[in-house]
């Protein structure tokens, strides 16, 4: 029977190490406000639908059927658009996803190797993070190794 070794755990909190990560905010910033400019863009195309078919269903019954036909054809191609558009920016693939990817994954990849080199330096089994939904109920502060993660990455608090 072997002998059982004693695991020890500490735990970070994301949230706390990105907002002190001059990097991520600034990162963050320009991902907020590419945002904000897209989705601007998006809700003018469908402030623009929403007008042209309350002026065709006010104006329907007036319209010779070819007319009918083009209005609604013309609707529809502009609310594909803008659903393409929403899909383009902000879909699973889009742009928003990929300057995600590109600007904050390697704060990510930093934050990690810190943590990894100060989990394996200190004889630490398991690292939680309190942050993002985590099931990590109660844990002492003392086991917070935020800090030092942010002073492994030069960063002083």
Request: proline share 2%; glycine share 4%; no cysteine.
């Amino acid at each position: 029977m072997g002998i059982a070794k004693a695991q020890t755990y500490a735990f970070i909190d994301s949230d706390y190490i990105l907002k002190n990560v001059p990097e991520y905010v600034e990162a963050k910033d320009k991902l907020d406000k590419m945002a904000e400019r897209w989705t601007k863009e998006i809700e003018e195309r469908y402030t623009v639908i929403k007008t042209k078919k309350s002026n065709f269903e006010r104006e329907e019954v007036l319209l010779p059927a070819e007319e009918k036909a083009k209005r609604k054809s013309e609707i529809e191609k502009l609310e594909k658009e803008a659903i393409d558009l929403q899909t383009q920016y902000f879909g699973s693939d889009g742009q928003y996803f990929q300057k995600r990817q590109e600007l904050v994954k390697p704060i990510q990849d930093r934050i990690m190797t810190a943590m990894k080199k100060i989990a394996k330096r200190d004889g630490y089994s398991f690292v939680f993070d309190k942050a993002n939904q985590s099931n990590l109920i109660y844990a002492e502060k003392e086991f917070d190794i935020s800090a030092d993660i942010l002073e492994s990455m030069g960063i002083d608090k």
